[in-house]
């Protein structure tokens, strides 16, 4: 697994062995990224991204990558986006990783203009964090979430969303969402 665009564009990130973590595909963070420029532009320096679920955190780099202002990584294991992380030493002052369960967050002292959720699949973890992002806080005015489900899940559009667009990429299916 490699970055596809942007400053780092070619680096290779840390990828465990095994069915436990599944990041987004090269192709589908390639594609993701094409609609969300094409959607807001090319600006991106401005843009807070919130990665949970984040495994290994190959979103949120390939947004740092691309030039997000910043972005904060969720997850219960951290250990895969911490391995990731040392090979982005230069740009720690634009990400922090916060060990903890996207489903039960605290209040949020700062609100992000997009959200990436990549939660395991058919487990209603999504619609769950979802809940609690804005509950807590988490979601700034009219915030961009994407959301990666399994190309055949259900997956309830909570109110508070529009929806924006939807692909379909191998196994997932990624939903573009925007807060009401």
Not at 33 to 43: A, M, T, V, W, Y
Not at 67 to 93: C, M, Q, Y
Not at 133 to 150: D, F, M, P, S, Y
Request: aromatic share 12%; proline share 4%.
């Amino acid at each position: 697994m490699r970055i596809v665009g942007g400053k780092y564009r070619g680096k290779k990130l840390w990828t465990p062995e095994g069915k436990e973590v599944r990041p987004t595909s090269e192709r589908a963070r390639e594609a993701i990224f094409n609609i969300l420029f094409s959607r807001l532009g090319g600006d991106y320096g401005k843009l807070s991204l919130l990665d949970i679920f984040c495994g290994t955190g190959a979103f949120g780099f390939e947004a740092l990558s691309r030039g997000f202002g910043h972005v904060t990584f969720i997850d219960i294991d951290t250990v895969p986006v911490n391995k990731n992380a040392k090979l982005f030493a230069a740009e720690k002052e634009r990400f922090d990783i916060i060990k903890a369960d996207a489903t039960r967050l605290p209040r949020s002292r700062r609100q992000y203009n997009m959200i990436f959720a990549d939660a395991p699949y058919a487990k209603g973890l999504t619609e769950q964090a979802l809940e609690q992002l804005l509950a807590q806080n988490w979601l700034g005015e009219q915030a961009i979430c994407v959301v990666e489900v399994r190309k055949d899940e259900l997956f309830p559009l909570p109110e508070a969303f529009e929806l924006l667009d939807e692909r379909i990429y191998g196994l997932a299916r990624v939903l573009f969402l925007r807060k009401r």
